[in-house]
């Protein structure tokens, strides 16, 4: 399970440094050159790297150059601007993101759709960059998870097929409705499948659709097929500790 232990850790690091914000609501009528940058990268769907920083040292520069390195192969696919969070017209930028108290400089990666899907404190690798560029679903499970929304990942093997019946259920229960996101996956999407390889899903084995349901930060509940109901994916919940804090649920009491 590689890419749910990476995309924990992302959540993590995003519940402790960061604030949610859409690169639309970081744009204002008197936005700074960081927040425009943002803007454009969402505007052109490219991820950005944003570079907050209180000083011109050696760490800043080491950043910079790799930045700049990364940036020279694959401007195509990504941008990059630097936040100072010294000047008064740059801050509001880091706090937005809650970063003016991290270590210096931090990175931060953006998705265009608003996920953070990357933060590195004092230095960053060429590699480190590669890993944020991620792929769309794996974006959108990100934004969830930072939401504290529990996922369901589809994994589906036809076009246009139905939500296996019991994830239907569960989020139209009111007791998971606000709080759940259903994504679904084409089994042979190409741009998805290094997403299903890290949940230890081979496309080549599957012959019937299968459900990951994640719960925040990145919690692997339980992998169902699709006669799954309702009930089991709650108790599931509950068995991994992630269903509520009510001791009377009865999703609770069921999993003791």
């Not at 944020?132 to 929304?149: D, F, M, Y």
């Not at 919940?237 to 009510?246: F, I, R, S, V």
Request: net charge positive; charged share 20%; with cysteine.
């Amino acid at each position: 399970m590689q890419i749910l232990v990476r995309i924990q850790s992302v959540v993590i690091a995003t519940a402790s440094l960061l604030s949610l914000q859409s690169p639309a609501q970081a744009e204002s009528v008197t936005a700074s050159a960081p927040e425009r940058a943002i803007s454009a990268a969402a505007d052109e769907n490219k991820p950005i790297f944003v570079m907050f920083y209180k000083e011109q040292n050696r760490d800043k520069e080491a950043m910079v150059a790799t930045l700049k390195a990364h940036w020279a192969v694959k401007k195509q696919q990504a941008a990059w601007t630097a936040v100072r969070i010294t000047d008064p017209a740059q801050r509001r930028v880091a706090e937005k993101f809650k970063v003016t108290r991290a270590p210096m400089p931090s990175l931060v990666a953006i998705h265009p759709n608003g996920a953070v899907t990357g933060v590195f404190p004092k230095q960053v690798t060429q590699s480190d960059l590669s890993t944020c560029i991620v792929s769309p679903k794996t974006a959108e499970c990100l934004k969830s998870l930072q939401g504290n929304r529990m996922v369901f990942i589809c994994v589906q093997t036809a076009p246009e097929q139905s939500l296996p019946p019991g994830v239907e259920d569960f989020q139209a229960d009111p007791h998971f409705a606000r709080r759940t996101s259903v994504i679904t996956v084409a089994v042979d999407d190409p741009k998805e499948a290094r997403f299903l390889a890290g949940m230890d899903l081979d496309p080549a084995t599957i012959d019937k659709p299968v459900t990951v349901f994640l719960a925040p930060p990145g919690a692997h509940v339980g992998t169902f097929d699709p006669a799954a109901t309702k009930e089991q994916l709650a108790e599931g919940l509950a068995a991994a500790g992630k269903c509520c804090d009510d001791k009377n649920c009865k999703h609770n009491k069921k999993s003791k």
